[in-house]
C-alpha cells in the first residue's frame, strides 16, 4: 500500500489563554451567538503580559525609558485602557485617536503625536500639552509661527534619510537638519525641543542601529546649536511570531514554490505567486508573505539593540550610551504588545466546487477584515470542533485543502490566495477563527461593502479559570494587573 504523506501545513502560534478560550466548550459559540458573526475578539491580559516583557528589558539595562503604545494599530478602547492603567503613554496620530486617548484617562504628558499632520490638527494641538513628533519643516515653522511666546510647545523631530537606508515618506530629510536647527534656536521660547525620533519600515536590526547611531551623532549637533535634547524615540515595528513550527513553514514555501513551477499538487489561485517571479525555471524574489516566517519575538529584538556595541563609541552598548548622555529613550510599539492578543471569528455560510475542482470555503466575512490586502495570511485558520448538533458534527472525512472566500460580490475577495488544509471538510455553519489579528488586519481596511455592518469587537478576559465577553467598549480593566503567563 503506498503511503499517503501528510499535507503541507502553517500551524499559528497560539498564546496559551487564547488557546484555552478556544478549547473552553461554547466559549466561542457562545459570544456569536449573542453578539453576532463575524466577530473580533481581543484579550487584554494578553496585551498586558507582552507590556511585561518588554518592560523587564528596558528595566534592566536603562535608568529612562518610555513605552508610547501606537493606537493606530488597533482601535480597541479595551486596549487602551489597559495601556492607561499599566501607566504607559500613547501613540497617536488623529484628532480622533487624541479624543480617544483623552477619554481613557490619558493626561498631556502623556500623550506624543505622530504622522502627517494638517493645518487643523496643528492648531489643536497648540497649547495641548502632548509632545509633537514633528515630521516635516513644514510642521515645525507652523508650530513656531502659531505657538505664543514662552508657550514651550513639546517637540521631538523625526529624521530620517539616513546613510544606507531605503528612502521614507516620514520624517525631515538629514540634510534638511540645519534649517531644522535654526528654526528651533530662533525659536526656542516658543518650542521645547526634547530630542530626535525616526521611523523604519522594514525593522531590519542593522537599520535601525545605524538609524541610533545617526541620531547620536545629531544630539552632540544639536548641542552645538544651544539645544539641550533628551530623548531618543527609537519608534515601533519590533516584529510579530505568527508559525508555531519554523519548519513547517518553510517546508510549506518550498511546496507551494514548486507548485508554481507547475510540480505537485496546485496550491495557487488564480495565477497568483505571492509576489515571487517566475524565470528560467527557477522561482525568484522575496514572498508578500516573507513577515510570518520571523523567530525573533519583540522583546528579543529590543534586548538586542540595547546590547549591541557601537563602534563610533568605543564598543559600549546603546542602553549604556543613552544613560551615560542622560537620555530618556522612548519607542513606539504597537503589533508588540498585540501579539498574539486577538482573534477573528467567522461562520461558514456554504462550500462550493469551482470549474477546476477546486474547493471554496465561503465566509460570512471579507478579505480585508482579517487582513491588510496586500498582504497574505501564512497561518493556518483553526476549524473549531462543530456543535453537538451541527450538521457537521459527525463527518470525518481526512484532511480537506480547500481556499477561503470571503462574502463580496469580487472576484478578489479570495481570503486564502493559497490552499490551506483544515482537518475535514466543513459545513455551512461551522466556525473559522483566524488567529493574530490584533495588529493592523481588524482596522485598517474593513469592508462595508454590500452594506455589510463591521464586525463587532468583543473583549474576552479570564479570572477564576472561567472566561467573561463584553463588548469592547464596555471594558474596564481591573485595578491590579492579572499575571498570564
Not at 143 to 163: I, M, Q, Y
Not at 368 to 391: F, H, K, R, Y
Request: net charge negative; proline share 7%.
Amino acid at each position: 500500500m503506498t503511503e499517503v504523506s501528510a499535507p503541507p501545513i502553517l500551524p499559528a502560534y497560539l498564546h496559551p489563554l487564547v488557546r484555552a478560550f478556544l478549547d473552553a466548550p461554547g466559549a466561542v459559540e457562545d459570544a456569536l451567538l449573542q453578539y453576532g458573526s463575524p466577530a473580533h475578539l481581543v484579550f487584554p491580559q494578553v496585551f498586558d503580559a507582552n507590556l511585561h516583557r518588554l518592560q523587564g528589558v528596558l528595566e534592566q539595562r536603562l535608568t529612562g525609558f518610555r513605552i508610547c503604545y501606537a493606537h493606530k494599530v488597533n482601535q480597541s478602547r479595551a486596549f487602551v485602557r489597559t495601556a492607561e492603567r499599566a501607566g504607559l503613554a500613547i501613540d497617536v496620530a488623529s484628532e480622533a485617536e487624541l479624543a480617544g486617548a483623552v477619554g481613557a484617562g490619558f493626561g498631556p504628558a502623556r500623550i506624543e503625536v505622530t504622522g502627517p499632520k494638517g493645518e487643523g490638527f496643528l492648531r489643536t494641538l497648540i497649547g495641548s500639552g502632548a509632545t509633537i513628533n514633528v515630521d516635516n519643516l513644514w510642521e515645525l515653522r507652523r508650530l513656531a509661527e502659531l505657538g505664543a511666546d514662552n508657550a514651550g510647545v513639546p517637540v521631538l523631530l523625526r529624521v530620517s534619510g539616513f546613510p544606507g537606508t531605503p528612502v521614507s515618506r516620514f520624517g525631515v530629510p538629514v540634510r534638511q537638519l540645519g534649517e531644522a536647527f535654526e528654526i528651533l534656536a530662533a525659536y526656542r521660547d516658543r518650542i521645547d525641543f526634547r530630542g530626535f525620533a525616526f521611523h523604519l519600515d522594514s525593522g531590519e536590526p542593522v537599520e535601525r542601529v545605524r538609524a541610533v547611531e545617526n541620531c547620536l551623532a545629531l544630539t552632540e549637533l544639536a548641542y552645538e546649536h544651544g539645544l539641550a535634547p533628551t530623548v531618543l524615540n527609537i519608534g515601533g515595528g519590533f516584529r510579530q511570531v505568527f508559525t508555531a513550527d519554523p519548519e513547517a513553514f518553510d517546508a510549506y514555501v518550498i511546496a507551494l514554490r514548486e507548485s508554481l513551477l507547475g510540480r505537485g499538487e496546485p496550491m495557487a489561485w488564480g495565477g497568483n505567486t505571492f509576489g515571487y517571479h517566475l524565470d528560467g525555471g527557477a522561482v525568484h524574489g522575496t514572498p508578500v508573505f516573507h513577515k510570518y516566517a520571523n523567530t525573533v519575538p519583540a522583546d528579543r529584538m529590543l534586548a538586542d539593540l540595547l546590547d549591541t556595541g557601537l563602534e563610533t563609541h568605543g564598543g559600549r552598548t546603546v542602553a549604556r550610551i543613552a544613560d551615560e548622555n542622560l537620555l530618556e529613550l522612548w519607542l513606539e510599539p504597537g503589533k508588540a504588545l498585540v501579539d498574539h492578543a486577538g482573534i477573528t471569528a467567522a461562520r461558514v455560510e456554504f462550500v462550493k466546487e469551482t470549474a477546476d475542482g477546486s474547493i471554496l470555503v465561503n465566509l460570512d466575512v471579507s478579505r480585508d477584515t482579517v487582513t491588510p490586502a496586500d498582504q497574505e495570511v501564512m497561518v493556518d485558520p483553526i476549524l473549531l470542533a462543530p456543535a453537538a448538533n451541527s450538521a457537521t458534527a459527525t463527518a470525518d472525512s481526512g484532511p480537506a485543502g480547500v481556499f477561503l472566500a470571503g462574502r463580496l460580490c469580487l472576484e478578489r475577495d479570495l481570503i486564502t490566495n493559497h490552499k490551506v488544509w483544515l482537518p475535514r471538510r466543513p459545513g455551512p455553519g461551522d466556525v473559522i477563527v483566524f488567529p493574530n489579528t490584533a495588529a493592523y488586519h481588524m482596522d485598517l481596511s474593513a469592508a462595508t461593502a454590500s452594506m455589510h455592518p463591521l464586525p463587532p469587537k468583543l473583549a474576552v478576559t479570564q479570572h477564576d479559570g472561567s472566561f467573561q465577553v463584553c463588548r469592547d467598549h464596555d471594558y474596564e480593566p481591573a485595578p491590579e494587573r492579572h499575571e498570564v503567563q
